[in-house]
């Protein structure tokens, strides 16, 4: 079945660490997006990439980074810069062209501070 | 500018009766709406959208939404509620031709009593 993968499903992070979320999606999707989600606060996007080698900024970029070398994987990596990290991250993908399609989510990883 | 609104943080129903999760939205020109649908702990469910045509849209589980331009609402529907509707609803819009990225509500927690 085709789908989006995050993992790990829980991490921990310390102090002064940086740690790395992955997303694999086997779905042929070429767009792909970072979002994070707090209680209360729906979902606010980190980084999307529209094709390989390719990414923008969303509304709350700043002390995270992201790479796209493969069409399948966006990693998102939380750094020590990320004064506030805990929350639920979630990954989503989409079909690149007309944005009348709906985005297709993970199952989510939950950061939390050591 | 794009902006949505869930007016209600939770909403209660009785199993049986009929259910309503309100959403109104702000964009600049035409908009793209849609419903997903979050259980605990994992990714976001596409429920349905609007794009253009009929103003009722019919999508998954039963759920239906009514797309009303003049009051800018898209608020989500279902004749007779499950308890296994229990769950958080986030709606969310695109602004057509805009660069924006999809921009999601805050989210409407919905519990269906037995």
């Known amino acids: 079945d085709g789908g989006i993968t995050q993992s790990p499903k829980y991490l921990f992070r310390k102090e002064g660490q940086n740690v790395t979320l992955s997303c694999e999606q086997n779905?042929?999707?070429?767009?792909m997006y970072w979002y994070r989600q707090d209680p209360g606060q729906g979902l606010r996007l980190i980084y999307y990439s529209q094709i390989v080698n390719d990414f923008q900024k969303g509304d709350i970029a700043e002390g995270y980074s992201v790479s796209r070398e493969k069409k399948e994987s966006f990693p998102l990596t939380v750094t020590s810069a990320q004064k506030n990290p805990t929350a639920f991250y979630l990954c989503?993908?989409?079909?690149?062209?007309?944005?009348?399609?709906?985005?297709?989510f993970g199952d989510g990883t939950r950061l939390s501070i050591l | 500018a794009q902006s949505v609104a869930q007016p209600e943080d939770q909403v209660n129903v009785a199993e049986g009766n009929p259910l309503t999760v309100k959403c109104t939205y702000s964009?600049?020109?035409?908009?793209?709406l849609f419903w997903y649908v979050q259980y605990p702990n994992r990714g976001l469910q596409f429920l349905l959208k609007?794009?253009?045509?009929?103003?009722l849209v019919k999508g998954s589980y039963g759920f239906e939404a009514e797309f009303n331009k003049s009051q800018t609402s898209f608020h989500l529907k279902k004749p007779s509620a499950l308890v296994s509707d229990s769950a958080l609803y986030f709606c969310a819009v695109r602004d057509v031709g805009s660069a924006r990225q999809l921009t999601f509500g805050s989210g409407t927690q919905l519990t269906v009593l037995p």
């Open positions: 989503a993908s989409r079909p690149r062209g007309d944005s009348n399609q709906p985005q297709h």
């Open positions: 779905l042929n999707h070429d767009a």
């Open positions: 609007y794009i253009t045509g009929d103003n």
């Open positions: 964009v600049s020109g035409n908009p793209y």
